[in-house]
C-alpha cells in the first residue's frame, strides 16, 4: 500500500502548473520581497516618528538617505521600508475579514439556496451597489477612526461580497455535482458536506479572488490615507503621498512622490500577477493541456 | 417472499415558473407509482428519458422530498423520518449513481470516500474501517493498493467499482442503481452488470436497478416494471414480460431490441411523435398520443393499474391485444 | 419581458431605501450631539431652533427618519453646515462636471478599449497580445494620485502645456473659447482617469473573447467556412460583450463616485471633490446627500444594464 498523501499530493498537478508559469512566479517573489521587508523591518531601517533634523529636509537620494528626505528632514527610506509593514499588515486583516464573513455566507446561500439564498443575495447586492471608497471615506470620517487596524477592517467589511458572490457561485456549481448527492444519500452530516467536501471543491476561484482582494484593500487604504483619513501616526505609503501632496512639495521633491508610489505600484502588481497565475494553474483547462 | 420495500402512491411534481405574476405549473415526474420490492429480488425499472425513473429511484432514498406517498422499509414509514433517525435509515439504502466521474470527490482519496461513512456512522474504529475498506475493494475487484490512491486516476469502469465499494461500505439491504452501466463502454458494461450480480449472491442485496436499455436489465431482473411519463405501465416477472408483454409500448421497448441475427427479420414498432411534456400529460391513457391501437376510451378515461396472475398492466386493451413475440 | 422590468425595478427601490436607510444610521452615529454639530456657532438662536424643529432633532429617532424620508420624496437634501446653502443645490451645481469628466472617458475608453481586448485576445500568445496583457495589467495596478501626480508634473509644470487644476478659468468669453478651455483643462483629468478604465476594458474584454473562442460554436463556424473576421465579430464579439456590458454598467455607474482622487488632485469642482471637501468641514449633511446621489445613480445603472442584458442574451432572465 502506498503512502498516505501529503497536501502537496492532493495539490500536485497545481502546483507543478504554477511553477511553470513565469507570471505567477514573478507575482510570488514580488510578494515575497515586500513580506521579507515588511518582517525585517527593523533591521532595514529606524522607526519612523517626530520630526526629522531640520537642515536635511527636502535632500534628493544620497549615501546617508538613498531615498532622500522629506520635508521635515524625515529619511524617506526608512518610511518607505515601514510602510511596507503597514501595508502587508492592512492588506492581510483586510483579507481576513472579508473571508470570515464572506465565505460562510457564500456557502450556506449556495448550498440552501432557497430563502437563505435571497437574503445572502439581497445583502450582497446591497454592499455591491453602494460605491466603495465614498462610504469608506465618510465611515472613515464620521467614526473618527485613528487606527490603521480599523481602517483595514472597515476596507474587509466591504469587500466580504465580492468574495461572498464567488463562493456561492462556486458553491452552486459544485453543490450540483453527485459526489455531493452521494454525501447525502450515505448519512454525511450536513455541516460536514458543506464545510468539508463542498469548501474543499468550491474553494478555487475563492483564492484567486483573495489574492486581489488583497491588491485593492492597498489601493483602497492608500487613497484613504492620501485624503487624509485613517490613521494619523502609521506611515503607510498613502499617508506618505499625503505628506507629499499637503506640503506642497512634490513639485520639486521628485523623489518625495515617487518611491512610495512605485512601492504601491509593485505590491499590487504582484498580487495581481501572483492572481493571474494562480487562475491559470487552478484551471483545469490549461493544466492538462 | 417477504416485502422489503413498498412504495404507495408516491408523487414528485415540481413547481415551475415561480414568478408573482404567472400562473404556476407542474412538472408530474411521477405520478401514482406503487409497488412492492420482496427480499433479495432485482426489480428492473426501465423507461425513456422523461419518464420519470431516476425521479422516482430519488424519492425513494428521499434524496428528492416526495410530494406526496409513503415508502415503508420493512414497515417504517420513511417519508416520516427526519434527523438523526433518517440518517441511520440511509445506512439501509443506498443508491450508485449514473456518472463515475461526477459521482467521487476528485479530492479525496479512494480510501477516504469508502472509509468516510463508516466513520460517520460509527460503524467502526479508525484502524478496523481501513481493514474494512480494503476488504471491500478487494470485493468490487479492485486492488487494495489503491487506498490512497485519487479518482482521476482511474478508468470510468474502475471509478464505478469505487462508488459501489463505497455504497457497500454501510451494508446497505436495498441498493438502488440508477442507470449504473449507461456512461460507461459497452465492453465494461457487462463487467459491472456481472459485479453487481456476484455482489448480490454474496451479501443478498435487494436492487432496485433503474435503466433505458432493456436488454441490460434482461440479464440481472427477476421482475421488470416499464415505465412511461411518470406512471407504470406494465410490471411483471422477467420471463413473461419478454414472452408476453400486453402494454403496446412495452412491446415496441422490445421490438426494438437488437437481434444480433442478421437471417432474422425483426419487425420495429415505430412509435410516434415523442414523449409528452410531464407539464402537459395528455387526457386519458398518457401513452395515448403515440399508440397505435389507440380508442377513444384510450383518450377520455385514465387506465387504472390492473393485476391478473402477477402481471400488471396498464392499459383498456390489454385483453384485446395479442402480444407480438 | 415586462414582468422581469417590473421585478427588476422593484428591486432597485428597495436596494435604495436600505442605502437610504444605513446613510441615515450612520450620521446618527456621530461621536458628538448632532444638534450642536451642527449648529455650533454659525447659526442665531432664532435660526438654531428653526432648523431643529424642521429636521426634527429633537424628536425620536423614528420620527426622525421618517421626516428624513418625507424631504428626500422634496428632494430636500438638507442643508449644508459650511456652506449654508441646501445640498441640493450644491449637488446640482457640482454633478455636471463629474458627469462631463466621467462620460468622455468613459466613451473614450470603451472605444479604444473594447476593440483592442477584442483583438488582444483574438491573438491570443501573440507578442502583441502578451506586451498589451503586461500594460493591462500595469494599468489596473497604478496608483491615482501618482498618475495625477507625474502627469501634473510634466505636462502642468515642466512643460506648461495644460492648466494645472480647475475645471475652466474665469473670464474666458462665451461660446468657442470657453469650449475650448473647458476642454484644456479636461486633458488630464481625463488622460489620469482613462488608464485604469482602459486597463479594466481591455483586461476584461481580453479574458471573455479567450473565453468564449474557446467554445464549440466556434469552432462549428470555422468549419462552416465561415470568414475568420466574420466568426470573430458577429458569433465571438457578440457573447463576449455580455459581461462586458455588465462591467460597463457598472462602471457608469460608479460614474459619479469615481473620480474623487482625480478631482481631488486636479481642483476640479465635481461631486468627488466636494465630497474630500466636505470630508475636512466635516459638513455631514453634504455627505449624506452625496452618498444618496451615488447610490441612485449606481442603482439606475444596474437596472439598465440588467435589462439591455437581457436583449443581449436572453437565458439570463430565466436564469
Known amino acids: 500500500m502506498n503512502q498516505k498523501p501529503s497536501l502537496y499530493n492532493k495539490w500536485e498537478k497545481e502546483i507543478k502548473a504554477f511553477f511553470r508559469n513565469p507570471l505567477g512566479l514573478i507575482g510570488l517573489a514580488g510578494v515575497t520581497f515586500i513580506l521579507l521587508v515588511a518582517l525585517c523591518a527593523p533591521l532595514l531601517a529606524e522607526p519612523v516618528g517626530g520630526y526629522g533634523v531640520f537642515e536635511e529636509r527636502l535632500m534628493g537620494p544620497t549615501a546617508n538617505h538613498p531615498f532622500g528626505t522629506d520635508d521635515m528632514g524625515r529619511d524617506m527610506f526608512s518610511q518607505v521600508v515601514w510602510g511596507a509593514r503597514a501595508s502587508m499588515k492592512v492588506a492581510i486583516l483586510a483579507v481576513l475579514t472579508a473571508m470570515i464573513i464572506g465565505v460562510p455566507v457564500g456557502l450556506l446561500a449556495g448550498y440552501f439556496q432557497g430563502f437563505v439564498d435571497t437574503i445572502g443575495m439581497g445583502l450582497i447586492e446591497i454592499f455591491l451597489t453602494i460605491p466603495m471608497l465614498p462610504l469608506i471615506i465618510i465611515i472613515t470620517a464620521v467614526a473618527d477612526t485613528q487606527s490603521i487596524d480599523m481602517v483595514a477592517i472597515i476596507i474587509g467589511l466591504f469587500s466580504w461580497p465580492t468574495i461572498a458572490r464567488i463562493t456561492r457561485a462556486s458553491t452552486l456549481q459544485v453543490s450540483s455535482m453527485q459526489y455531493i448527492e452521494a454525501a447525502q444519500c450515505l448519512g454525511i452530516r450536513t455541516g460536514k458536506i458543506i464545510f468539508k467536501h463542498i469548501l474543499v471543491n468550491a474553494s478555487t476561484p475563492v483564492i484567486i479572488n483573495l489574492t486581489v482582494v488583497m491588491a485593492t484593500s492597498i489601493i483602497t487604504e492608500s487613497a484613504i490615507s492620501f485624503l487624509g483619513l485613517g490613521d494619523p501616526s502609521t506611515f503607510s505609503w498613502g499617508k506618505i503621498l499625503h505628506n507629499a501632496h499637503s506640503s506642497g512639495a512634490f513639485a520639486s521633491a521628485w523623489w518625495y512622490s515617487l518611491f512610495p508610489s512605485m512601492a504601491i505600484i509593485l505590491f499590487v502588481i504582484s498580487f495581481n500577477f501572483l492572481s493571474m497565475g494562480v487562475r491559470d494553474a487552478l484551471n483545469p483547462k490549461i493544466t492538462r493541456a | ?325 | ?319
Open chain 3, 1 to 319: 419581458m415586462t414582468q422581469y422590468i417590473v421585478k427588476r425595478v422593484f428591486k432597485g427601490l428597495i436596494t435604495l431605501l436600505i442605502t437610504i436607510t444605513i446613510t441615515f444610521l450612520i450620521l446618527r452615529l456621530l461621536p458628538s450631539d448632532p444638534a450642536m454639530m451642527m449648529l455650533g456657532d454659525m447659526f442665531t438662536d432664532e435660526q438654531r431652533i428653526e432648523l431643529m424643529a424642521k429636521f426634527g432633532l429633537d424628536k425620536p429617532l423614528h420620527q426622525q427618519y421618517f421626516i428624513y424620508l418625507k424631504n428626500l420624496l422634496r428632494g430636500d437634501l438638507g442643508m449644508s453646515f459650511f456652506q449654508r446653502r441646501p445640498v441640493m443645490e450644491i449637488i446640482q451645481e457640482k454633478l455636471p462636471w463629474t458627469l462631463l469628466l466621467m462620460i468622455t472617458t468613459q466613451i473614450i475608453t470603451m472605444l479604444i478599449g473594447i476593440p483592442l481586448g477584442i483583438y488582444s485576445g483574438y491573438k491570443r500568445g501573440t507578442v502583441f497580445d502578451q506586451i498589451v496583457n503586461a500594460i493591462a495589467i500595469f494599468g489596473i495596478s497604478i496608483f491615482v494620485p501618482w498618475l495625477g501626480f507625474t502627469l501634473l508634473y510634466f505636462f502642468g509644470y515642466k512643460l506648461p502645456i495644460f492648466p494645472i487644476g480647475g475645471a475652466y478659468k474665469v473670464g474666458v468669453p462665451e461660446g468657442w473659447p470657453y469650449f475650448l478651455d473647458i476642454g484644456e483643462h479636461l486633458v488630464l483629468p481625463v488622460v489620469t482617469l482613462m488608464v485604469i478604465y482602459l486597463a479594466n476594458y481591455v483586461l476584461y474584454t481580453r479574458g471573455s473573447i479567450i473565453d468564449v473562442m474557446e467554445e464549440d460554436y466556434i469552432k462549428t463556424a470555422r468549419s462552416k467556412g465561415m470568414k475568420e473576421r466574420r466568426v470573430l465579430w458577429k458569433h465571438a464579439a457578440k457573447n463576449a460583450m455580455i459581461p462586458t456590458v455588465t462591467m460597463a454598467g457598472m462602471m457608469l455607474g460608479r460614474m459619479v463616485g469615481g473620480a474623487v482622487l482625480t478631482e481631488t488632485i486636479y481642483a476640479y469642482p465635481g461631486i468627488g471633490r466636494m465630497i474630500y471637501q466636505a470630508v475636512g468641514q466635516q459638513d455631514y449633511p453634504v455627505l449624506q446627500g452625496a452618498f444618496i446621489i451615488l447610490a441612485l445613480s449606481v442603482i439606475l445603472m444596474n437596472i439598465i444594464t440588467d435589462i439591455a442584458i437581457v436583449y443581449l442574451d436572453p437565458r439570463i432572465k430565466l436564469g
Open chain 2, 1 to 325: 417472499m417477504e416485502k422489503i420495500l413498498e412504495v404507495k402512491n408516491l408523487k414528485k411534481h415540481f413547481k415551475l415558473n415561480s414568478g408573482w405574476l404567472s400562473k404556476p405549473c407542474y412538472a408530474k415526474a411521477v405520478d401514482e407509482v406503487s409497488f412492492d420490492l420482496y427480499r433479495g429480488e432485482t426489480l428492473g425499472l426501465v423507461g425513456e428519458s422523461g419518464s420519470g425513473k431516476s425521479t422516482t429511484g430519488r424519492t425513494i432514498l428521499r434524496l428528492i422530498e416526495p410530494t406526496a406517498g409513503s415508502v415503508h422499509y420493512e414497515g417504517t414509514d420513511i417519508t416520516q423520518l427526519a434527523g438523526q433517525d433518517l440518517r441511520s435509515l440511509r445506512k439501509n439504502l443506498q443508491m450508485v449513481f449514473q456518472d463515475p466521474y461526477a459521482a467521487l470527490n476528485p479530492r479525496m482519496t479512494v480510501g477516504e470516500c469508502i472509509t468516510e461513512p463508516m466513520l460517520e456512522h460509527n460503524m467502526y474504529s479508525h484502524n478496523d474501517a481501513v481493514d474494512k475498506a480494503c476488504e471491500l475493494l478487494k470485493d468490487v475487484g479492485l486492488d487494495k493498493s489503491y487506498y490512497y490512491r485519487y479518482p482521476h486516476e482511474f478508468s470510468g469502469g474502475q471509478k464505478q467499482r469505487i462508488s459501489m465499494a463505497r455504497s457497500l461500505a454501510v451494508a446497505p439491504k436495498v441498493l438502488v442503481a440508477d442507470e449504473p452501466v449507461s456512461a460507461l463502454d459497452v465492453s465494461i458494461q457487462s463487467q459491472i452488470i456481472n459485479l453487481f450480480k456476484d455482489l448480490q449472491n454474496e451479501f443478498g442485496i435487494t436492487y432496485l436497478f433503474i435503466a433505458h436499455d432493456l436488454s441490460v436489465v434482461k440479464y440481472l431482473s427477476d421482475r421488470i416494471a416499464v415505465m412511461y411519463l411518470g406512471e407504470i405501465v406494465e410490471l411483471c416477472d422477467k420471463h413473461e414480460l419478454f414472452e408476453n408483454p400486453r402494454h403496446p409500448y412495452t412491446q415496441a421497448l422490445i421490438s426494438a431490441i437488437p437481434i444480433p441475427d442478421p437471417t432474422v427479420k425483426t419487425e420495429r414498432i415505430l412509435l410516434q411523435g415523442d414523449i409528452p411534456s410531464p407539464t402537459a400529460v395528455p387526457q386519458g391513457c398518457r401513452f395515448s398520443t403515440r399508440c397505435r391501437y389507440c380508442q377513444p376510451i384510450c383518450l377520455e378515461q385514465h387506465p387504472e393499474l390492473e393485476e391478473i396472475d402477477g402481471h400488471s398492466v396498464r392499459c383498456h386493451l390489454h385483453d384485446r391485444l395479442e402480444a407480438k413475440s
